[in-house]
């Protein structure tokens, strides 16, 4: 049982002895927190999926701590070596042809490997700590909504973990951008780089996948990529552009500008910013499905920048892949 430690040195000098020893260590990072173990350790991977309950067949993010990290786990390309430089370390994840240091049951027997290197500097020191790269879903139980706070992590998988380092809220506050850059670029997973930002850096343009491509490209069901994924307890239910908020319902509103007067709600983003709806989106679901509504009504958010990434989870939040 463990609740959450201040990640400090003394902390994390413990918890690079529990990923030796092959055990589990939730760790923040700047997109949400993730369960770590040492991704070169197969028995240690498998028990990312046993505390998760997380299906075998969904791959694992491969976290390093610099790029010469990545050319052991993944060869970079000249197209991945741009983005590299641009976006890492940060929200993008990259889908590489992998080496053979990674076992096969952190890619789902895929001969990619998704690879970043996290921005957050407890991440960062814990890498490199342990000096191999470590394989990290969200630290919560499959199909949950993903943890922006230590607290997150300790209310779903305390009993699992050897140590909770907190790191304070999540700044970006959802996941990475999952991008395969090669032979052209396709988003599988909108996320915390965004799509006009690739384009700029590629010159060349950025598809989103449709969520059959995703499937396809991925050759198999990937639970990460399908609708009823990041779903609160209470059924979600998106509301139409111009309905007006039911009384019945808890609401989640983007701005104070389109907030409802009265009721059960919480707002994104007072302001409207996109950036801030992103960093509050997962705690303001948590918070919302906490009172145990019947229901949680929300509203989609301009569909542009990170945006995109919201009504992503918002959508799947209702089922709608
Ligand atoms: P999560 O760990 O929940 O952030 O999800 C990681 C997601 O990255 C998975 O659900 C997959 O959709 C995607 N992913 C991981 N590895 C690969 C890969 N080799 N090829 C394509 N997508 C991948
Ligand atoms: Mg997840």
Known sequence: MSRPRQADDNAIAEAVAALARGELVAMPTETVYGLAADATNER??????????????????????????????????????????????????????????????????????????????????????????????????????SPTSAAHVAEQLASSLALILDGGPCAVGIESTVLVPDPQPLILRPGGVTRARIATVLGEPVRLAARQQRLDSLRLASPGLLSKHYAPRAPLVLRAPDEPWPDDAAALAFSSATAPAAGVFAVLSERGDLAEAAATLFAKLRALDALAPSRIVAELVPDEGLGEAINDRLRRAAGLG
């Open 44 to 145: 240690a991977v498998l028990a990312v999926f046993a505390a998760k309950g997380r299906p075998r067949f969904d791959p694992l993010i491969v976290h390093c701590s610099d790029l010469a990290m990545v050319q052991q786990v993944a060869q970079v390309s000249p197209r991945a070596e741009r983005l590299a430089a641009a976006f890492w370390p940060g929200p993008l994840t990259l889908v590489l042809p992998r080496r053979p240091l990674i076992p096969d049951v952190v890619t789902a027997g895929l001969d990619t490997v998704a690879v970043r290197i996290p921005a957050h500097p407890v991440a960062q020191a814990l890498i490199r700590a342990c000096g191999r790269p470590l394989a990290a879903p969200s630290a919560n139980r499959f199909g949950a909504v």
